[in-house]
Structures are given as structure tokens and as C-alpha cells.
């Protein structure tokens, strides 16, 4: 792969988001990237939109939830 772009393992392993939500990001114009033909159709990700999404390229910060998350800890209750 190119270094502008990375497969959707490679993305997902930098963002720490699963695979699923880049494709949704990517399908909903969020994130740049396209199909290629590699042996199989593959999402490749734009690695310059992946860091304008993620706050910090290398990982995402736990203090901000994601959109949807909330992170709990064990001994609260959910309400």
C-alpha cells in the first residue's frame, strides 16, 4: 500500500476504531477513501483524513468518548 493510504486493518489498528465504523465514516463522506481491487474489493483510507478525524493519529484518547460511547467504570451503576 501507498503511504497516503491504508487498508482498513491498518487504519483500524492506528485509530483504535473497529472496522465497521471506518466504513460507515467512509461511506458517509466522514473519512476520504475508495475501493480498490487488491485480490479482493478493499476499503483503502486516506491517512491525511484519518488524522484531521482522530484527534491524536497514533490513538484515540479515552477521555473523549466517542460519538455513541459512553465509557463507565465497573462499580457504577447504569442508570
Request: glycine share 6%.
Amino acid at each position: 500500500m501507498t503511504a497516503d493510504f491504508l487498508t482498513l486493518e491498518e487504519a483500524s489498528a492506528i485509530s483504535g476504531l473497529h472496522p465497521n465504523s471506518l466504513r460507515r465514516l467512509l461511506r458517509a463522506g466522514t473519512l476520504e477513501g475508495y475501493k480498490a481491487v487488491h485480490g479482493r474489493r478493499r476499503w483503502l483510507v486516506s491517512a491525511a483524513s484519518l488524522r484531521a478525524y482522530a484527534p491524536s493519529f497514533k490513538s484515540f484518547p479515552l477521555d473523549v468518548p466517542a460519538p455513541g460511547l459512553v465509557l463507565k467504570k465497573r462499580s457504577e451503576k447504569l442508570t
